[in-house]
């Protein structure tokens, strides 16, 4: 369970945490040699919290906010998703800038580590903007280059090469953002691309490998049984199963066997459709992902809470359906909490992730703990899950270096665009993007999703009686 410190200082030294020790009196820093230059922040009642941990994000989708919140998972495949009309309609420009503009918002919301399924990689010029807006950014991020047959002319094997390219960029040795893999093809590709893929994997030094698997009636089949018989599972690099929807016991038992984890991301497979009855049950090999955070907001902390509130509901009713009265709660806000933290970097075995602990990365958050639906804490942990919001979020650092400060983000050095003038070219990216897919029809829904898979109607609710608002 996370350990609550009071009345506690930690000094941090280049990019690591160096020192945690009591600061209630004025001999308790004598044996902690601090540098006459250190800058001194206080934090007097204030909530001090590791940074938060995203697993599953594609980042380069920031155009689309707002003009999808409707939308489900069969339409978003064919609409918003690597697959759809993006390839020819994003330029390299516009992948910069989403990737730039969503980094922000994630900053601005206290995650400082984001795994990035970067399906994105049309082309060498979006991949390189991909990458250039990631390292840009000043995110901790495991940025993964996704291999996919998109028909373009830019197929799986350019890809490669300019996956192989990219890696030698030596900006990268200097960054907080390492080089993985995204490939959802294990269970429909040819099995020459699969291997060509898994094969890439272990001689490329890779950070992770992500990919999608949700199961039961969808297609996405990239589950770890699959990847146990394709001799991939038990890997060097840590491999995140995306939302894993209908996982199987089979599959829970595999992912403990090999320490590898989920990414469950609750407000989008609440939102798209895609559903999550299982998941509780492998939440010791789980972490915490925003998926597209378009359609929602990029704040790792809204998916901790609504993930705690719905297994709370889940639990619950299978109790009160049998006419019982629950004794206890089946989820507390301590697993939450280490759901967006420490679980995130077990996931990507950075155990010096998501944690405030001596020798750990330097990844920190502040809330500030006297706004109106803070004040009064005692339970910090509390506190963060159930009461805070974002505007709450007052300092965040990311490898030691300020990345927001007194509420206002704090753009890395040597970037030579302002805040401002960032945001202008977004916004202007964002409204050409936009006007494209407010002209393109919706999809036409009919007839079968994969073979023995219809589509269907969903009964539809209104708050207003007679003919309804509509959509």
């Not at 399906?119 to 495991?142: I, P």
């Not at 933290?341 to 990844?363: E, N």
């Amino acid at each position: 369970m996370p350990l609550v410190l009071r009345n506690t200082s930690i000094l941090i030294t280049n990019d690591r945490i160096t020192a945690i020790f009591d600061s209630s009196s004025s001999d308790s820093s004598n044996d902690i040699s601090i540098p006459d230059s250190t800058e001194r922040i206080s934090v007097q009642g204030k909530i001090v919290s590791p940074g938060f941990v995203d697993t599953h994000k594609h980042g380069w989708q920031t155009a689309f906010k707002t003009i999808a919140s409707n939308t489900t998972l069969a339409e978003y495949f064919v609409r918003y998703g690597e697959f759809s009309q993006a390839n020819t309609v994003f330029t390299p420009e516009d992948i910069y800038l989403g990737q730039l503009v969503g980094i922000y918002e994630a900053l601005n919301a206290g995650v400082t580590s984001v795994l990035d399924h970067a399906h994105s990689t049309f082309s060498r010029e979006t991949s390189s903007a991909s990458l250039n807006a990631s390292m840009d950014g000043g995110v901790r991020m495991w940025w993964c280059y996704a291999f996919h047959d998109i028909s373009n002319g830019f197929g799986v094997g350019d890809q490669i090469e300019d996956f192989k390219e990219l890696k030698k960029d030596e900006r990268l040795g200097e960054s907080t953002v390492e080089v993985g893999i995204a490939y959802d093809g294990f269970s429909t590709a040819a099995k020459e691309e699969v291997q060509s893929i898994m094969d890439l994997a272990k001689i490329s030094n890779i950070s992770a490998l992500t990919t999608h698997f949700l199961g039961g009636p969808w297609f996405f089949a990239n589950s770890p049984k699959l990847l146990h018989d394709l001799d991939f599972l038990n890997t060097s690099f840590p491999i995140v199963f995306s939302h894993s929807s209908f996982i199987s016991s089979e599959d829970a038992s595999l992912l403990r066997q090999t320490n590898q984890y989920i990414s469950t991301t609750p407000e989008s497979e609440m939102h798209y459709s895609h559903d999550h009855p299982t998941t509780h049950f492998i939440q010791d090999q789980a972490a915490l992902g925003v998926d597209t955070h378009f359609t929602y907001s990029a704040d790792i902390v809204t998916q901790a809470r609504l993930w705690l509130q719905s297994t709370r509901l889940g639990l619950f009713r299978q109790t009160v359906n049998r006419w019982k009265i629950p004794k206890n709660s089946p989820m507390s806000v301590n697993q939450a909490f280490l759901l967006a933290t420490r679980a995130g970097g077990l996931a990507l075995r950075r155990p010096d992730v998501g944690v405030i602990q001596v020798g750990a990365k330097a990844d920190i958050v502040v809330f500030d703990g006297s706004s109106p639906n803070m004040l009064g804490w005692t339970d910090p942990v509390a506190a963060v899950i159930l009461h805070s919001n974002v505007g709450d979020v007052e300092h965040v650092l990311v490898n030691g270096e300020w990345r927001k400060k007194d509420r206002q983000l704090v753009l890395k050095e040597g970037l030579n665009m302002s805040k401002d003038e960032v945001e202008e070219k977004f916004l202007e990216s964002a409204k050409r993007i936009q006007e494209v897919w407010m002209q393109t029809p919706l999809p036409d829904l009919e007839g079968e999703f994969q073979p023995g898979v219809l589509y269907a109607d969903t009964d539809v609710e209104d708050v207003v009686r007679g003919n309804g608002t509509g959509y």
